[in-house]
């Protein structure tokens, strides 16, 4: 009886000590899934582009009937079936609101839907000065350095006992605001979108393609500024010309924009 309690326990200290090992494989197999996923979607978006004369999937409804930003008509719309074949590629591994996308498959063109992806495009690109950026023609002067799409939050509701509602957060018709306050396009509050799902970072994917990771920890509870000086030393159009309040990911060599401003 002693041996077999000293067995136990020796199997109990092993199981204990691979289990944080264990969990660490598993996040980092969902971040690189995460990875995966993005680098497809921006692929998708690409042969969007070829196909409709260098043009991103447009995020603003053009008619005399302003509709609030994509809310009935959010870009992946426009990539299912021809260029997305799979809806869930719009979910991360590490999204606990991942399931609302795998309950509206069969009704993808609901106007909820719009709020179910995982991800975010950048809304500077897709939807300022009448989504006059969203045309590869008009390149920033660090396309390898801006933000196409990102990780999307939030990742909890208002009360976390709620995080089982299939209603869940809205998330701003899949779009990523550079300021989580007032909405300029639709003046309209926001709920803060940035996560910090894989780790204390976002997956980022760039507009030429590349995937990155951008810290978010230490932003989560930072007041968001007009000016940040690395951010305008790597010439951010919001710091050197526009001062708005915005998320800064300069220390990841990552900007919202950098070079001309929107214009109709």
Known sequence: MIELLVVMAMIGLLIS??????????????????????????????????????WLPPAV?????????????????????????DPMMLTCPEDPFRYRMAQATSR????????????GINSFIAASGGGFLANDRRQPARPHDTILMADLGPDVTGDVSQAADVIG???????????????????RSLSPWLTQRHHGCINV???????????????????????????????CT?????RLSHYSFARDHLYWWTGATPSE
């Open 17 to 54: 000590a691979l289990i944080p090992s264990l969990k660490q494989s598993m996040d980092v197999a969902a971040a690189t899934i995460c990875k995966h996923n993005l680098r497809e979607l921006g692929h998708c978006l690409e042969l969007y582009r070829m196909d409709n004369d260098g």
């Open 238 to 242: 919001f710091c050197n010309e526009l």
């Open 169 to 187: 957060p809205v998330r701003n018709a899949s779009l990523l605001s550079w300021d989580d306050g007032f909405n300029p396009f639709t003046g």
């Open 61 to 85: 409804r053009r008619s005399h009937e302003i509709e609030s930003l994509g809310q009935r008509d959010p870009w992946f719309f426009k990539l299912y079936p021809t260029y997305l074949s």
């Open 108 to 119: 993808l063109r609901d106007p909820c839907v719009a709020e179910y992806a995982s991800y």
């Open 205 to 235: 994917l760039t507009l030429t393609g590349g995937v990155c990771q951008a810290h978010t920890k230490d932003m989560m509870h930072t007041e968001m500024q007009r000016y940040y000086e690395h951010c305008a030393v790597g010439g």
